[in-house]
């Protein structure tokens, strides 16, 4: 009992694997009782137990045992799990059950394993019985025979595989065990059931006895076939059938019996067999044998292995040969007759695989029955039907019409025969009408030949048609045969009796029609008919002609037995007498409007005519007598009227008696004559040409074109014959294509295009040019042999429409439902049979078979390439010579298929170009070769050679452009080629299926047979062939389906099946939708009276699915018109389309399916509802659901959202809770495996975001987990539009200050965070937009950790962006974001700072500066200890970063990185790389750029203007006081790039000594080399850019560029037009090399810029075009998807900085505006494009202040005349933006502040100044502050002079620090006035700033006085000072590097610093020195500079211009430094030392 104690307290899964017996029994039981307990098949309980279940079953014990297998029972039955421990269970089973004595554990082991087969694992349970038949033990043997019979006999033939079980059986009969043997009778009896005589063959070798007993036992089963008892989980819905059926009684219709049985093919279950290895060795010599002895020979032992009924495939090639030749040589009958049973034996063992052979053999057995012998006959007939079933009529049909004009009758009957015979095998879905249409043709012939034999053989053909298509396809090929005929045609159709034994019922097509559909259809007929064409009876339904009038009765006869086929008639009747016409023109005219018709006063020719036509205006349709109405009119004068008026109300009368009546053929020939008359007239021209389309459309186009053409060239009036064919041309585009026979015509417009008149020529040329637009590239065959220069217009006319789709038909020909129905039926079978059979019909076409010779074939199979390559150029020439030729080329085939293999490479290639030759000269006649030539094509796909492959693959395509894909994807070819393990096949093959594949609507079941091979190619070896396969795999799914596809995963190994599964999990969600049903032009807008009926039902089915509801063979039939149906019915309004869209067709085919019946209107509205139900809200608010989901997870009683990747029960899950929150419609796309319809849906989630923003808050945590599910897609279309309406929520969600739950933020962020690391760059962009906008509605310290765990992804892209993302977050939120703490947070990401890759490097060093402009020196305790290097590195980045960023507050801010356009931020991008690196390294660009790109965009009034382009607009309006200040601009952050000023070189500069001699030698090769930067190679431009490049880095020598600067830009901006232009749209590219090319390009450029001297020599003209160019490239989209396109985008910034900083002033500020005059009178140009210009001026006039000077002013000036000139002040108002108005303004502000009155003096190169406003601007503008300011020259030195007293007004000093803290106040310019106030603060040593900052907050205290500290120690800290002390202080850095001297001013510097903080008051001489460096460069100028200038406006503008008379005379702008008292460096030096002194003291 101790023992019992310690087990039983043990759980459960313990016990069960416990030592004692006992406590396993008690285990399993309490197992039992668990399992028995748990509800949820999912519950993770299941899981404990998995690995145990194998152990339940092989129990030792047997007690425990049978309990065991009562909880393994249970256990399987309910847990979601099981399935994954089939194999080893049901082998346990086997193995340790079923030899078990007790019957009660083989019964649990039996019901185990049929369990097992109910939960879909029946291939896993079959593997393992069939594995136990081998077992040495009986009863494991009978056992699962016994479990195998049992799974049969309740699961049926479609679960349990019977091919393996069939296989196994017949050594079961030869077992020594009775018991065995029985069994396997009982096991025979059940397979009998299901496959009937299936099984005879595979078990014909038993025992006769056996058999004998097998047969008796048969015979005794029930005829009626089985029925499936149990189902699978998966067949739920067929189960609960199944339960009703037997509640009724059991009793069902055929339908489910058919749906029940498996449809088993014997053939399927034997085994083939290789003859090919077992014939005779001699064979190929005995065949040729001259004795017939010998031949009969090799024939018998052929025989002898055909008979075997299933072969195994191989090369059968030179067998067919052989036997064909002597079927069609041989002279000896038996000989024949042996050789086509041979023939007849390959086929059937073959089957589909011969049909490759079948092209080659069809023509000659054809030929052989002109042999009359019995025998020979009757074994061709057999091999030829034998070969029938291994191709398709299609194939076989040319070569049958080629025989159906023979002379020998014998061979027209057989050729008949076998057409009957072969048309049986046939549905209407497989003869096509371009196929049925020539077969008629030759068979009518045939009804009408001498021979007796040949007629009754066309009848019984004819007849085998019509039962086959039906009726109505049949019989308007059969319109001129007499109704004896048609009688005996129909006799012949009724004796029919096709596959399946159904017998006609009297009309056209019903043997293909299911009863229960005709018995509901019936009547329905009769009333409509009789309600709309009361007297459609009297109507003839012949085909309208000129012939004898007793046609008519027969026809109405057929027409009155069946409706349908009359409905497709069109309205014909006979010639009527004059005296008729007159007698029924009398019964509805009146009698006034007859007796005027020919009097000889026009007037009253007129009145008549009025009279005529409001009588037929009022005319019922059926009651108008068309023909009468029309005779009339022709009565004299008739068509001779010479009265234009009259004229035209005839020919309008003829349009209106055209449309309203029942107008026909007849009528119309009475009338067309005239019409074609007057169509050239100028004043009734139009009035004939309405009449002759109204008559068009009443009997159709196609036969009025023939008529009227022909007609106008029997004239000889040209303008009749121009106008004709411009009519003709117009009512093409408007009628469409369809049914126009070219042929009727062609001749005629020939004849137009040779007439004498040029407007015949032209409109026989634009006729051409219309019908090109529908025929393509063969039309212009009918033209090859006119004159070149006609061939030239013509071409020229078919280019303008090449390319082009043709438009809508606007019109259509009026015919009944039924007619429009089969048009549509026919356009459509048209476009199913591979493009345009009605135009390649037209083209003549050569037999060349008779060329094709033995000695060509030898000789292309000769043992020497040249004598093959002869044969091979004889054949393209044979090919070349005939153009088009038709399907029979004879042995052609096979040699060919020879020399794709031939080792020449040379010859394969040239084999390759003469399949090409065929494709383009066969056209679709070479579907019969696909399996004989096409397959081998694909077979060189595998060729090593790169050239070769191309060439097969080119080939392939024209191949398939001819036949379709229909024909390659049938049959095992396609999987026996994948099959070869090679990888250039299976990458080429896989490739070339998956773009084909999305493109078919329906594919051959075949393409199953593909699936091992594809699932072997994913686990490939090689990376391109898994690749191919993985984006196959997609395609493929498309028509398979997932379920097939997975269920094929079944026989793969595990490891296998895991990883495949995966990836159709993966592919499962990138599914594209499948084509739409392809449509005739205009289908929809033409016919839409006809809507309902014209689409038929069966295609909606295809198209959707879900159309299940219609039940039985309903969708399949159409119905004939109902009177609600007559009437047009417009198209439903629809407030949502594109949500609609997509169910319109479902609706549709639901309501045409069931309106069968008489409850037809239900389904209808149910249709309209439905579309309804989408107007209705898409989220259905349930109270208190989100907390109710937030309780559940939290209990765990639903899955927490946290995967790796989406798992099924995290789907399955989503959408059970998304069924009850959303529209029933929208949960149906969204889950949709079709990525547009789910696109779709969330374009109806956006436009219904504002209107339902509560509901959607209410359903938020549901939305944003079906976002994560997208996050997993590969569909970047799904992904942009996800992202898209992520921006637009959580906009909304910020708008409603809504706060994300933590619920919410953990099922979502982490997946967002994944999409960071994408890719696309577009991508990461709207991602990081959502990260800044989710900061605004979940706390920032909470995202943060979030980004930690990003940073830890193997993603390099992922760890980069989520490190500068927490970069973002401390400086814009402080170090309260790093959580848990600041220090743990830092050292991980320090950790990155090490990394291998570049961007994570960049980024971890980007946040940690971000921390260190935080929380200063402190960052390098929280980091840790770093290695030396990294350290390095970081204080590097922190020393070149700490100044730019020290003055950026930490305000919090929002950023919105929303905009689609380049993130072209100057600010940022300006400022990050530093002057002394190198520009040529495009990757060391600016990461931190993000960082301030967050900020600027956070203040963007317009996201999609940069911060750069906007004016403070506010500020300028509120500034009412002093009209002199300029609006207060963005300022650029560039100080570091900015360089002195310098005074403009003459123009004449001086000529370097060694200049002359370097010019000699060096001018032609520097010409030479920059003419290759242009050059259109992209290396060639790359090696000259690199060479320019190497000079340019040399100071030595860089001065050999002089004078050839404009020659290198001018290449440079050609090179960047033609990337622009040709290389970025040209795909065959590399990217990687256009960007390399762009990178040299832009260094150059850097390089060159960086030279001022060489820079200034560029001139105006080509700084416009490079400008131009330079802002084209950076607004160039295509640059983001460049790898490093951003970082190119940056350096293209930071060039135009250093063009406009370097180059000439005057030239680069008129080039800009004269660009941007261009770009505004350019009404295509981008208006970013003029942004980028005015920013370029913006910071030019920014800079003015300090370049006044060296600028031509009346140039300028010039321009900006210029520019007002063609843009006024009112056309600039007009503009969309007030932009351009302000920059000129603003420009010319400026310009008038800084000269003053002057400024009027330099307008001397205007020649009329009253073009412009310019002069009256300036002037009022002068005269605002004209006196209030001089020139800049004059304050300074009237500064320099007149004062002695450097101290200013206390008015004056609160002005300048008002502004100062201004613009500490604003964060644009914050840094700036930092710096001011601490240069300030040193001249002034005693201002007093603490009343300014009294009344600010303690936090902006503190932040100036820290701001004061940091620029104190970073200038105390600096040892280099830039070289130059003409630059202003606060830019020291940008000049680092350069010079390391230092010259006196950087003593004068530091002796100033040091004086004022010892409070020295010696600052007289230093403020008049210093006074230009106390205005930062980028603040505005100020207006007065001393207080002596305001005493008197007078005194002051005399005193300037003495003044600026002075500074002009000087030409340097530091002149004043030349009396500097600092100017001796000895002085400065011994100074400086004295004050060190007195410091130490």
């Known amino acids: ?320 040969r052989a036997l064909k030749k002597v079927v069609g040589k041989d002279a000896n009958a038996i000989l024949v007759s042996m050789a086509a049973k041979c023939l007849a034996g390959l086929a059937t063992g073959l089957r589909k695989k011969f049909g490759q052979y079948a092209g080659q053999v069809v023509p000659t057995i054809l030929e052989k029955f002109k042999d009359k012998k019995p025998l020979v006959v009757q074994a061709l007939q057999e091999a030829i039907d034998a070969i029938f079933l291994t191709t398709t009529l299609q194939n076989v049909s040319e070569d049958v019409l080629a025989v159906m004009d023979n002379k020998n009758p014998s061979i027209k009957q057989q050729a008949s025969l076998f057409l009957a015979r072969s048309i049986r095998h046939c549905t209407q879905a497989t003869i096509p009408k ?170 009253e020719r007129l009145a008549s005519m009025e009279d005529f036509q409001r009588a037929v205006e009022t005319m019922d349709k059926a009651d108008m007598p068309c023909q009468a109405l029309v005779r009339m009119l022709a009565k004299k004068p008739g068509w001779k009227e010479t009265n234009f008026q ?151 006319e078919f280019d303008k429409t090449r390319g082009q789709t043709p438009p809508a038909p606007t019109k259509f020909t009026r015919k009944t439902g039924g007619a429009v129905e089969e048009e549509g039926e026919d356009a459509e079978e048209a476009e199913d049979d591979g493009g345009k059979p009605d135009i390649m019909d037209l083209l003549p076409r050569t037999n060349i078979g008779d060329k094709i010779t033995t000695d060509l074939v030898t000789k292309i199979e000769d043992k020497n390439w040249k004598i093959r390559k002869e044969g091979l150029d004889e054949t393209a020439a044979i090919i070349s010579e005939a153009k088009f030729i038709t399907a029979n080329i004879g042995d052609l085939p096979l040699a060919l298929k020879g020399r794709l293999s031939d080792s020449n490479k040379i010859l394969v290639q040239q084999t390759l170009s003469i399949l090409q030759q065929l494709a383009t000269a066969m056209g679709p006649g070479l579907k019969q070769h696909v399996k004989a030539l096409g397959f081998p094509i694909i077979t060189v796909l595998g060729d090593s050679k790169v050239n070769v492959r191309t060439a097969a693959m080119t080939t392939l395509q024209a191949w398939v452009e001819q036949t379709g894909m229909k024909e390659w994807l049938e049959g095992e070819e396609l999987s026996e080629e994948l099959k070869k393990e090679n990888p250039f096949l299976r990458q080429e093959l896989l490739g070339w299926l998956a773009e084909k594949i999305p493109t078919l609507r329906t594919v051959p079941g075949d393409l199953m047979v593909c699936l091992p091979q594809l699932y072997a190619c994913l686990e490939d070896r090689n990376g391109d062939v898994r690749k191919k396969a993985q984006d196959a795999l997609p395609m493929f799914m498309m028509h398979l389906g997932y379920d097939k596809m997975n269920k094929a995963t079944c026989k793969l190994k595990p490891a296998s099946k895991d990883q495949v599964v995966a990836m159709l999990e993966k592919a499962r969600s990138a599914v594209p939708a499948k084509p739409e049903a392809p449509k005739a032009a205009g289908k929809e807008t033409s016919r839409a009276p006809f809507a309902s009926r014209s689409l038929p039902a069966n295609e909606e089915v295809d198209n959707k699915p879900e159309t299940k509801k219609v039940k039985g063979g309903a969708p399949a039939v159409r119905k004939p018109p109902s009177p609600s149906e007559d009437a047009p019915t417009p198209p439903a309004p629809s407030k949502a389309k594109d949500s609609i869209a997509s169910k319109k067709p479902h609706a549709k085919g639901k309501a045409a399916g069931v309106q069968q019946g008489p409850a037809a209107k239900k389904p209808a509205g149910k249709a309209v509802k439905d579309e309804e139900d989408k107007t209705g809200p898409i989220f259905i608010l349930i109270p208190n659901a989100k907390e109710q989901r937030i309780k559940e997870e939290k209990q765990l009683k639903i899955l927490k959202w946290n995967f790796i990747t989406p798992r099924d029960e995290y789907v399955e899950q989503l959408k059970t809770q998304m069924i009850t929150c959303f529209a029933k419609w929208l949960f149906d796309e969204l889950f949709h495996f079709d990525f547009q319809r789910q696109v779709k849906a969330i374009g109806v989630m956006i436009e219904r975001l504002e209107s339902e923003s509560e509901a959607t808050i209410g359903c938020l945590d549901l939305i944003l987990k079906w976002f994560t599910l997208r996050f997993f897609d590969t569909n970047t279309t799904v992904l942009m539009k996800v992202l898209e309406y992520l921006k637009l929520l959580f906009s909304m969600l910020t708008h409603e200050n809504y706060s994300l739950t933590e619920y919410e933020a953990n099922s979502f962020v982490p997946y967002l965070i994944l999409k960071v690391g994408e890719s696309k760059d577009i991508v990461r962009k709207d991602v990081r937009a959502i990260l800044g906008m989710l900061c605004k509605v979940y706390p920032a310290s909470k995202t943060f950790p979030f980004l930690m765990d990003g940073t830890k992804s193997k993603n390099s892209k992922q760890r980069a962006e989520c490190l500068e993302e927490l970069g973002c977050l401390i400086e814009d939120f402080g170090m309260n974001v790093c959580q848990p703490t600041p220090a743990k947070s830092l050292k991980e990401i320090a950790v990155h700072i090490g990394d291998r890759d570049n961007s994570v490097r960049n980024a971890a060093l980007n946040t940690v500066v971000a921390v260190y402009n935080v929380c200063g020196d402190q960052v390098y305790k929280l980091i840790g200890n770093l290695s030396e290097k990294d350290m390095s590195m970081l204080e590097e980045r922190i020393k070149r970063s700490a100044k730019k960023t020290v003055a950026a507050p930490a305000k919090p801010t929002a950023p919105e990185r929303t905009q689609k356009e380049h993130p072209a931020n100057p600010t940022g991008t300006f400022l990050r790389k530093p002057a002394q690196e190198d520009p040529n390294k495009l990757k060391i660009m600016y990461r931190t750029y993000r960082i301030q790109s967050r900020q600027n965009a956070h203040h963007s009034d317009h996201p999609s203007i940069p911060k750069e382009f906007q004016l403070d607009l506010d500020m300028i309006e509120m500034d009412t006081k002093n009209v002199c200040d300029l609006p207060d601009l963005v300022q650029f952050k560039l100080d570091e790039l900015l360089e002195p000023v310098m005074i403009p070189e003459p123009k004449m500069r001086p000529v370097s000594p060694h200049f002359d001699d370097l010019h000699n030698s060096t001018a032609s090769t520097i010409n030479f080399v920059i003419s290759q930067v242009a050059s259109g190679d992209i290396n060639t431009s790359i090696q000259a850019l690199a060479q320019i490049d190497e000079v340019l880095r040399q100071e030595d020598k860089a001065e050999v560029m002089s004078g050839h600067i404009d020659q290198f830009l001018i290449a440079t901006f050609m090179q960047l037009r033609l990337i622009y232009n040709t290389h970025m749209a040209d795909d065959r590219l590399d990217k990687r090399d256009i960007f390399k090319l762009y990178s040299c390009i832009i260094g150059n450029m850097l390089s060159l810029f960086s030279m001022e001297s060489l820079a200034r020599e560029a001139s105006m003209g080509v700084l416009k075009d490079l400008m131009h160019g330079l802002i084209t490239l950076m607004l160039d989209g295509r640059v983001e998807d460049i790898e490093e396109g951003q970082q190119l985008i940056r350096s293209v910034n930071l060039l135009v900085v250093k063009v406009l900083e370097k180059s000439d002033q005057t030239n680069i500020l008129s080039a800009l505006l004269v660009l941007l005059q261009d770009s505004l009178v350019t009404s295509a140009g981008s208006a970013m494009f003029s942004e980028l210009v005015m920013k370029c001026l913006w910071r030019m006039i920014r800079f003015l202040p300090e370049t006044i000077n060296s600028i031509n002013l009346d140039r300028i000036l010039l321009d900006a005349h210029n520019f007002m000139k063609v843009f006024p002040k009112e056309k600039l108002k007009q503009l969309k933006s007030d932009m351009p108005h302000r920059t000129l303004k603003t420009l010319l502000h400026t310009l008038c502040k800084l000269m003053g009155v002057m400024i009027l003096d330099h307008l001397s190169m205007i020649e009329n100044r009253n073009e412009s406003e310019l002069e009256a601007h300036l002037r009022r503008v002068v005269k605002h502050y004209g006196n209030q300011s001089g020139p800049k020259s004059d304050r300074g030195n009237e500064k320099s002079g007149s004062r002695s007293d450097d101290r200013m007004s206390k008015a004056k000093v609160s002005d300048i620090l008002s502004e100062i803290f201004k613009k500490i106040g604003s964060k644009e310019n914050t840094k700036e006035g930092l710096t001011e106030l601490y240069e300030y603060k040193l001249k002034y040593s005693d201002a007093d700033v603490e009343p300014f900052l009294k009344n600010t907050s303690q936090f902006f205290q503190s932040y100036v006085e820290r701001g004061l500290r940091v620029i104190e120690s970073d200038r105390e800290a600096k040892t280099r000072i830039q070289p130059s002390g003409t630059l202003p202080q606060h830019s020291v850095e940008s000049s680092l590097g350069h010079n390391e001297e230092l010259n006196p001013a950087v003593y004068y510097e530091r002796l100033k610093i040091l004086r004022q903080r010892k409070g020295l008051e010696n600052t007289t001489g230093i403020g008049t020195d210093d006074e230009p460096q106390q205005r930062p460069l980028l603040s505005k100028p100020s207006v007065a500079s001393s207080t002596d200038m305001l005493q008197s406006k007078l005194s002051q503008l005399k005193e300037s211009r003495e003044l600026y008379q002075q500074e002009h005379n000087s030409h340097s702008p530091t002149h004043a430094r030349s009396s500097s008292p600092a100017a001796n460096l000895d002085d400065l030096k011994k100074r400086l030392e004295r004050i060190k002194n007195i410091n130490k003291q």
């Open 1 to 320: 009992m101790g023992d019992d104690s310690e087990w039983m307290k043990l759980p459960i899964d313990q016990k069960c694997e416990h030592k004692v017996w006992k406590a396993r029994l008690n285990g399993y039981e309490e197992a039992l009782k668990l399992f028995q307990r748990i509800e949820d098949e999912k519950s993770p309980e299941w899981g404990k137990y998995l690995g145990l279940v194998k152990r339940f079953v092989t129990e030792s014990n047997a007690v425990a045992q049978l309990k065991g297998l009562e909880a393994a029972l249970v256990f399987i039955e309910n847990a979601h799990v099981a399935g994954k421990s089939a194999g080893e269970v049901v082998s346990g089973v086997v193995c340790k059950v079923f030899n078990q004595p007790k019957a009660k554990a083989k019964e649990l082991g039996t019901n185990i394993c049929l369990m097992y087969i109910e939960i879909e694992k029946a291939e896993v349970v079959q593997d393992e019985l069939i594995k136990g038949l081998d077992n040495k033990n009986p009863k494991i043997v009978v056992a699962c025979l016994e479990t195998l019979r049992k799974g049969l006999s309740e699961f049926g033939s479609k679960i349990v595989t019977l091919k393996s079980v069939v296989k196994i059986l017949p050594k079961q009969f030869e077992s020594r065990e009775k018991a065995v043997r029985d069994e396997a009778k009982l096991l025979a009896v059940e397979l009998y059931k299901w496959i009937r005589d299936a099984l005879r063959n595979p078990l014909q070798n038993i025992n006769s006895l056996q058999l004998k007993e097998l047969e008796e036992e048969w015979v005794k089963l029930p005829s009626a076939p089985p029925k499936q008892s149990r189902f699978l989980r998966s067949q739920q819905d067929m189960k609960v059938k199944f339960e009703q059926q037997q509640g009724q009684g059991d009793h069902s219709d055929g339908e489910d019996v058919e749906e029940t049985v498996a449809a088993v093919d014997p053939f399927e279950l034997l085994e083939a067999v290789d003859i090919l290895s077992k014939m005779p060795k001699d064979f190929y010599e005995k065949i040729e044998a001259k004795k017939w002895q010998e031949r009969k020979e090799a024939l018998e032992a052929v025989e002898a292995l055909v008979k075997n009924p299933k072969l195994e495939n191989g090369d059968y090639g030179d067998l067919v």
């Open 434 to 603: 371009a196929v049925l249409k020539p077969l008629c043709a030759a068979l009518i012939k045939q009804v009408n030949d001498s021979a007796p034999e040949v007629r009754d053989a066309a009848f019984e053909a004819l007849g085998t048609a019509m039962k086959v298509v039906g009726e109505k396809a049949v019989n308007p090929f059969l319109a001129d045969l007499d109704k004896l005929k048609l009688d005996k045609i129909k006799e012949s159709a009724d004796k029919v009796e096709v596959l399946g034994g159904k017998k006609s019922t009297g009309g056209g097509g019903a043997g293909t029609e299911k009863k229960p559909v005709t018995k509901v259809s019936a009547p329905a007929e009769a009333p409509p008919k009789s309600a709309a064409h009361p007297k459609k009876s009297t109507v003839s339904a012949s085909k309208p002609s000129l012939g004898p009038p007793k046609k008519g009765k027969p026809a109405a006869a057929a027409a009155g037995k069946s409706k349908k086929s009359s409905d497709a008639k069109e309205i014909a009747e006979n010639e009527l007498a004059p005296e008729v016409c007159e007698d029924l023109a009398r019964g509805v005219l009146p009698a006034s409007c007859l007796q005027q018709l020919d009097s000889a006063n026009w007037k």
């Open 646 to 796: 009259v004229m035209q109300m005839k020919l309008h009368i003829v349009a209106l008696v055209a449309q309203r009546g029942q107008f026909s053929k007849t009528s119309a020939l009475v009338v067309l004559d005239g019409l074609v008359d007057k169509v050239g007239d100028v004043k009734c021209g139009g009035s004939a040409k309405e009449a002759l389309t109204a008559i068009g459309e009443a009997c159709s186009l196609p036969w009025e074109a023939e008529q009227v053409v022909s007609m106008a060239f029997a004239q000889k009036n040209p303008k009749n014959q121009a106008e004709s064919l411009n009519w003709l041309a117009n009512a093409i585009k408007e009628f469409g294509f369809t049914g126009i026979n070219v042929k009727a015509f062609i001749n005629n417009v020939k004849t137009a295009l040779g007439a004498t008149n040029p407007a015949v020529r032209t409109a026989a040329i634009t006729l051409l040019g219309v019908m090109y637009l529908y025929m393509g590239a063969p039309l212009r065959m009918f033209f090859e042999d006119e004159k070149p220069a006609l061939l030239s217009q013509i071409d020229a």
